[in-house]
């Protein structure tokens, strides 16, 4: 057993810093690249553009991303584990078998793990009992049923881990916990047993600190983000991992960001519910025992992390189709610059209601005033310029467009001195809506598939 | 006597669908009491009047010197859904940090 591995974060999310990975991979030494592709409703996307084209569904930048360090992660013997394959995690083998032979690289081995993409056997799932109704509000699934788009089931670490011990250099799932991903290596490499809570747990929590990239390394750090030095080169995040479930997180020397127990406590803080319950398809992880401490420069030593068993259910992640939106905006300058966007406002309102147009909502806010502070934002005495961000969202795609129609006659037909209308007319955009619901374990099985080059 | 909890704590704040979720972090410590008398749910929900919606939930994080807040119904819908420009609640933390407390309360 290796005294240590480490595992590197190579993207946070679908558009992340496109050279993190390659800079992972080339300034300094690392075991594992971990990355990240799926938002909730980036399945949605990725099923409709497999619609339209069967061999597509994944996420395409990983392959001339794989292409760019494809000879020094072989040579090296890193392995890649990503969730990119979303709904098409084959066709993203394919093209990454295709790279290696463009490349002149002799042997590869990458793994698939399919299985989450339930939406085919929904209606079988349903009719064996298995209700998918919405987790946080109770409504039964028969009122979107019809709209639909995508339905997968959340894997944890295990199917990665079965991956990895059939000799997998590269790994493609679809969707897995982002947690899972940092996880497997450690299982992999230090045989932990499928019930040690603990470690199982401190795994997910170095899952947690690596999942959104930058944001522990220095990154969107509130603390005193004067104090991050270099972000232009920032570097992404390592969990120096050890076999009884310790951790070290850190980053490459010289590196610009900064890994302090400040910026790694606002990481773990990041989108976390009630903190006793972080539950995964791995364990159930208590975020109040997590003991950290600075350990040396950008190291923060992570110890002492308890779990609980895994529940009986994986979450299932669905999307469906819930109307339109379209958002405009205009630019108001001083003098009376609120004043004027304000009455804009209200003439645009007024046509809206003249043509006939309902929509559920309308939403107006001042983009240099009040968007994110609302009734709490100061006062500002006579601000140079307001942006004016009106929105609507309906179920009427003609009431939506007709909308986005009705932005740009504003500049000539309402208050005056108003700019910034060069982005063209709004379009409506789909609104995918997004439906948590919950599937017992037995009911789903993951599938691990090895091909070699 | 007043002050602003950005001088006692930092912050982070994101999304899970119409949730929105804020971590608080003393600066020091010697400051998490001073978070953990203060920072009620009932004080959290009146200063965010008017922009979360429902209720809001605390948990306490004493390992970490940290308070975490849910506020359900604060993000006009969530996802893709929300016409707010801060449809994640990315600035929400900010939001809490400019809270004027007064010590004397606490």
Redesign the interface.
């Known amino acids: 057993m290796r005294p240590s591995i480490r595992i590197a974060s190579g993207q946070g999310f679908w558009g992340d810093l496109p050279n993190a990975p390659i800079d992972q991979v080339r300034k300094g030494p690392i075991d594992y690249l971990v990355m990240d592709y799926l938002a ?2 980036t399945m949605s996307i990725l099923q409709k553009q497999k619609l339209k084209d069967p061999s597509l569904g994944y996420a395409r930048d990983l392959i001339p991303l794989i292409a760019e360090i494809l000879p020094e992660i072989v040579s090296r013997g890193i392995r890649v584990i990503t969730n990119g394959g979303g709904v098409n995690p084959l066709s993203c083998r394919d093209a990454l078998f295709e790279v290696a032979r463009r490349k002149g690289i002799q042997r590869l081995r990458i793994a698939v793990v399919r299985g989450d993409d339930i939406l085919r056997n929904i209606d079988s799932l349903t009719a064996t009992g298995a209700p998918l109704a919405n987790m ?1 509000t109770g409504e039964p699934l028969s009122s979107i049923r019809q709209r639909l788009i995508s339905a997968n089931v959340y894997f944890g670490a295990a199917p990665i881990v079965e991956a990895l011990q059939q000799g997998a250099q590269i790994v493609i799932t679809g969707r897995t916990t982002d947690t899972g991903l940092t996880l497997a290596p450690m299982i992999h490499e230090f045989g932990w047993r499928q019930d040690d809570w603990d470690r199982l747990a401190s795994g997910t929590v170095a899952g947690h600190i690596l999942e959104c990239g930058a944001q522990a390394s220095g990154g ?1 750090f ?3 983000w004067r104090s991050v030095p270099d972000l232009a080169h920032v570097g992404f995040p390592i969990a120096e991992a050890f076999p009884d479930g310790t951790f070290v997180v850190t980053k490459h020397q010289g590196t610009g960001g900064l890994v302090s127990e ?1 910026t790694v ?12 319950f972080y539950i995964t398809p791995d364990c159930v992880a208590d ?6 401490e600075g350990a040396g420069p950008d190291r923060v030593r992570v110890w002492g992390v308890k779990g609980r068993p895994a529940t009986e259910f994986y979450k299932v992640s669905m999307a469906y189709q ?1 109307g339109y ?1 379209a ?1 405009g905006t205009l630019t108001y300058a001083w003098p009376d610059a609120v004043e004027k966007a304000r009455a804009a406002d209200r003439i645009l309102r007024i046509r809206l209601a003249d043509l006939g147009l309902s929509f559920e ?1 309308i ?1 107006s ?1 001042l ?1 240099g005033l009040d ?6 934002s ?1 006062e500002i005495a006579e601000p140079n310029e307001v942006v004016l ?1 009106i ?3 309906g179920q009427d795609r003609d009431a939506v467009e007709r909308f986005g129609r009705e932005i740009a006659p504003l500049v000539l037909t309402g208050p005056p001195s108003v700019t910034g209308f060069a982005g063209g007319r709004p379009r409506p ?6 439906w ?1 619901a919950l599937l017992r374990k037995a009911l789903v099985t993951p599938l691990v598939e090895t091909a070699a080059l | 006597m007043k002050a602003q909890l950005i001088r006692y704590a930092h912050a982070r704040s994101g999304d899970k669908g119409d949730t929105a979720n804020i971590g608080v972090i003393a600066r020091k410590p010697e400051y998490y009491p001073l978070l953990v008398s203060y920072l009620t749910a009932e004080r959290v929900a009146e200063h965010f009047s008017g922009i979360c919606l429902g209720k809001v939930e605390r948990f306490e994080l004493p390992n970490l010197h940290a308070l975490n807040f849910l506020l359900h119904e604060a993000l006009g819908g969530g996802g893709t859904k929300s016409l707010k420009n801060d449809a994640q609640g990315k600035t929400l933390s900010c939001v809490m940090l400019r809270m004027e407390m007064d010590i004397d309360d606490a």
């Open positions: 909730e409703v946080e969107n509130l603390g005193d400040a406590k606002e990481q773990l803080l990041y989108e976390l519910g009630d903190p006793a975020f109040t025992t997590i003991r950290l819930d939106t958002v909502e939403r806010e983009l968007s994110s502070f609302g009734p709490r100061a961000r929105g609507v969202r955009s789909e609104v995918i809506a997004y948590p």
